[in-house]
């Protein structure tokens, strides 16, 4: 499984939880984020089953493999970017 990126690419001012630059990292099955950042559930839960084409190693000839993806808030404030990482380094969290 690739790690994958997911970071705020623009907040609108609706969401007082989030701030563009923001980050996360999905290693295999597990979430790690900077301390003092959170996750909004239900961002998360929404692209949950979409993270999967970003998780499939490319060299898979799998033709739903993909680069990146962006994500709308279930809410609509908030657009977050996925991105398919060699290997995510998060010794600095």
Known sequence: MQ?????????DGGCP???P????????TKVFHPPGQGICFFALSAM???LTLL???????????M?????????????Y???RLAEADI???
């Open 3 to 11: 790690d994958v990126r997911i970071a705020i690419a623009t907040n």
């Open 17 to 19: 939880y989030t701030a």
């Open 21 to 28: 630059g923001e980050a996360f990292v999905v290693k295999g």
């Open 48 to 50: 949950m089953p979409h």
């Open 55 to 65: 998780q499939v190693d490319p060299g898979t000839n799998d033709h739903e493999a």
């Open 67 to 79: 680069d990146m993806l962006e994500f709308q808030c279930p809410h609509k404030h908030v657009v």
């Open 81 to 83: 970017r996925a991105e």
């Open 91 to 93: 010794t600095g969290w």
